[in-house]
């Protein structure tokens, strides 16, 4: 959808054309290129591992260990295929890749869930695994799912995050607001998790136009 048509408001030319190139998006961390790109299903295996890993290092001694090791390749796997076979076109998924082509990363996004009045977009995951972080890439998926939800028309944005989550800061440093607090089941027990919020992407993806931090 071009957001000109739309009504909604634009997003600088120098911001839209580098970040919706599907193969602009390029860190150089002296291994080789990272570049991200749109998944079709046969991505729910590489998404999976990201997912398990990211979730067994970044949440321990967090969440309970009992339910982190739980986690298998195979579970994920069937959990993300379903989601890439039936996904809605007002839905994405993005994955990270090395130069090598592994999956190091990966952002999924879509309509708010709640009906909220003002939060029309959500940013329902993002993880990168250990040995990425900290080098760009996650700033990269962020701005791609950022661009991706203005340009379906939802130009504000929702995330949640758990409290405890030693990375929520980042949320901050992009600028997000934090807005209310929820209980959350993971397992058999409760955990309290926080909403970061954007009013207006656009103005986010103005202010930021470099790919590479």
Same mark, same amino acid.
């Given at each position: ?55 067994? +290092? ?44 592994? /999956? ?6 879509? $309509?708010?869930?709640?009906?909220? $009045?003002?939060?029309? /977009? ?27 939800? +203005? ?27 934090? +807005? ?28 930021? +136009?470099?790919?590479? $931090?």
């Amino acid at each position: 959808m071009d957001v000109r048509k739309s009504g909604a408001q634009q997003i600088h030319p120098a911001a839209r054309d580098c970040l919706c190139s599907a193969n602009c998006i390029k860190s150089k961390l002296g291994m080789g290129a990272i570049g991200i790109r749109k998944t079709t299903v046969s991505d729910a295996s590489s998404i999976a591992q990201v997912h398990v890993s990211s979730w067994q +290092t970044t949440y321990r001694g967090i969440i309970s260990a009992e339910y982190l090791d739980s986690l298998t390749h195979e579970k994920q796997h069937n959990f993300w295929l379903d989601i890439l076979t039936e996904m809605h076109e007002s839905h994405f998924v993005y994955l990270a890749e090395d130069d090598q082509g592994k /999956g190091i990363g990966f952002v999924a996004g879509g $309509p708010e869930r709640t009906g909220d $009045p003002i939060y029309k /977009g959500e940013l329902y995951s993002m993880y990168v695994i250990k040995d990425y972080q900290a080098k760009g890439i996650g700033t990269a998926l962020f701005r791609r799912a950022s661009t991706e939800l +203005t340009l379906l028309n939802m130009p504000s944005m929702i995330l949640w995050v758990l409290t405890r989550n030693p990375y929520r800061k980042f949320y901050e440093k992009m600028g997000g607001q934090e +807005t209310r607090s929820r209980l959350v089941r993971i397992g058999i027990r409760e955990y309290e998790e926080i909403a970061y919020g954007w009013q207006n992407l656009t103005d986010y993806l103005n202010v930021n +136009t470099q790919i590479a $931090p």
